[in-house]
């Protein structure tokens, strides 16, 4: 097709495809002449999985282009593309704490995991980020929330290997390498989509039942 | 305590500490004298959570004001509270895809929350973000993860019930709305890392038993 067509059924304005062209996150079409190129099925694919990285995943285009390296290598692992990925969508946080607070933060962490039995890369961003967040918990002294990691585990768990899952299923190791890259992505704006609207759910019950978490009703005469 | 003292138990600079006071983020401290403001527990509290909403969930500045507001609001419910946290945290994302897609999507989302018997407001900021990534994963033919989302549900609920009633516990309703701040913030930071790292150990036991999803055995001689 030409790159109109290929703008029209994906969605993306002719001048954003030409950027992605140069930037080389889209491959380049057949010559179908001297200045006119054609563009298959798989770019329009291609184009579709750069928008849900940039759109969905808030994915800087500069990282963007290292997603979609990992994503079609083909010396790399399934597992180490899976690590590309992560790092790519685990922005890197600094949390201000002291040091005592983020040291047994750090001790917390290391034993979950080990308790758990999980194979994890001690660098991999996952951790950092936990370590962080853990210490911001203990930090505004909401450390009863990272008491609860175990139940938070087993409910991640029964997510990631229904994921798994259905992304084995998939069938061929490209296919699974893209199932990779999606699913974790859009996954986790599912999960914390669906996380809100449970909380809101819940919140509604509680404000009709007028618990104490609904100071509402005390507060309004 | 001096300014210079708040910023060496928050971490925070004291740069920042006023630039967060002339912007109305942390209330005025009290004049102990003409040019000397002193600063007490509940500042440095509000310091750490201003930091957690910038550093963790990277609310950007000008909306952390709109948290704090409803977070402080006497007049607001906590149902109303949470709200605006969720408004706050929810980025708004526009995905591009067909009507036909989005159309499909939409109905799928308002089935499923009708399925689920939960009471949600149909304008909520999540119910927009379900829709964009549904609409995004059958766009990019991933529309066996979108059927799962009764799995995402089931686990999510019960992260949900828990945080709930974690929260709950925590007292007086001030109290709870400042955990309902930090609880619906760093508990979907704690979430996502929690994914990341079960998927690593799952695709790293997966790639010790050579299944399918790793082509990696294969790929190296």
Known sequence: MRIAELSRRSGVPVPTIKYY????????????????????????????LIRALIELASVPVARVKSVLEAFDSKTMSTHDRIGTVHRAVTPSRQVTADDDTRAAATAQVREFVKGRGWIIDPDAPAIATLVDTITALRALDRAHLAEQ????????????EMEVAATAARGEPDQIAESVVIGTILGETLISALRLLAHENLSARLMRSTTPLDPGSTDSP
Chains 1, 2 share one sequence.
């Open 149 to 160: 990691l175990g139940t938070y585990a087993e409910a991640v768990e029964r997510i990631a």
């Open 21 to 48: 062209l140069r930037e080389g996150l889209l491959p380049a079409g057949e010559l179908s002449s001297p200045n006119q190129a054609s563009y298959a099925e798989a770019h329009l694919h291609r184009l579709r």
